[in-house]
Structures are given as structure tokens and as C-alpha cells.
């Protein structure tokens, strides 16, 4: 599917909506069922992730975004596997955590899949509608 024009402003209200919606899962996760937890703020978070790239990019694909999105969310979660002494004194710090993580877990990888893909069906669905032209058609020329 190929992009006319992402709408910015509801693009960014989704964003701030996914946002508000994920942020329990970190900071009050004694409150939520475990899956919630587990799966749906990794999922969130990748959500995030490609709806920010489609308000950045507002004329890409979807297909580029996706692509782009699973890049950046993959390369992400590998770096995990990177516990050097100055990158694990970043992820101290709770808003870096939030986006660099700590521990590498493959199921993290399909909660990224879901993720990315349920925003590329929401895109589809509600946030990038092609404009409808309303305007009558035009009579044949003589």
C-alpha cells in the first residue's frame, strides 16, 4: 500500500493515546495482569515505534515502515545482548530503560511483530485514508 499523505496531528494523537496507554506496563505493572506486563507493552511500544515513523515519513509505504519499524525494534532488543559497564549505567536511567531495555528475550521479538503489524491494520483502517473526492464527476467533453 502506498501512502498518499499521513495526517500528522492523527498520527501524533495516537502516538500520545498508545503512549498513555503502554506507560503502566513500566510503572505500575504490580496493578495489571501479567500479560499486559509481558506482551502488550512490547507490543505498544513497537506500535509507538511505527506510528512515529509514519508521522515522521508521512509519505512513505506502509510496507517501508513496517520494515523500518521491525529494524530499529530488532536492533533494539539485540543490543540487549550487549551488557558492557557504560551502556548498563545508561539503562539505569528510567527513560532510557524504557526504550533500550535490559534483558534480550526472543518472545520480545514476536510482541514487536504483533505490534508493528497491528499498527500497519490500524493505519489501513482508520488513521491513512486516501482523500475521497466528493465533487460530481465531470459531464463528457463534446
Known amino acids: 500500500m502506498r501512502a498518499d499523505r499521513r495526517s500528522r496531528p492523527r498520527y501524533?494523537?495516537?502516538?500520545?493515546?498508545?503512549?498513555?496507554?503502554g506507560l503502566p506496563t513500566r510503572l505500575i505493572p504490580q496493578h495489571l495482569p501479567a500479560f499486559c506486563?509481558?506482551?502488550?507493552g512490547d507490543a505498544l511500544w513497537a506500535l509507538a515505534i511505527f506510528l512515529m515513523l509514519g508521522f515522521v515519513a508521512p509519505t512513505a509505504s506502509t510496507r517501508r515502515l513496517v520494515i523500518i519499524a521491525l529494524l530499529i525494534t530488532y536492533a533494539i532488543e539485540f543490543s540487549e545482548l550487549y551488557q558492557a559497564d557504560w551502556i548498563n549505567q545508561l539503562r539505569s536511567i528510567k527513560l532510557?530503560?524504557?526504550?533500550l531495555g535490559h534483558t534480550f528475550l526472543?518472545?520480545?521479538?514476536?510482541?514487536?511483530?504483533?505490534?508493528?503489524l497491528a499498527g500497519a491494520l490500524l493505519?489501513?483502517?482508520?488513521?491513512?485514508?486516501?482523500?475521497?473526492h466528493t465533487a460530481a464527476p465531470m459531464p463528457p467533453h463534446r
Open 12 to 21: 501524533l494523537l495516537a502516538i500520545l493515546l498508545i503512549i498513555l496507554i
Open 37 to 40: 506486563i509481558y506482551y502488550a
Open 96 to 99: 532510557i530503560a524504557l526504550v
Open 106 to 116: 526472543w518472545v520480545d521479538l514476536v510482541s514487536y511483530t504483533v505490534g508493528i
Open 123 to 132: 493505519e489501513r483502517l482508520i488513521l491513512h485514508r486516501p482523500h475521497q
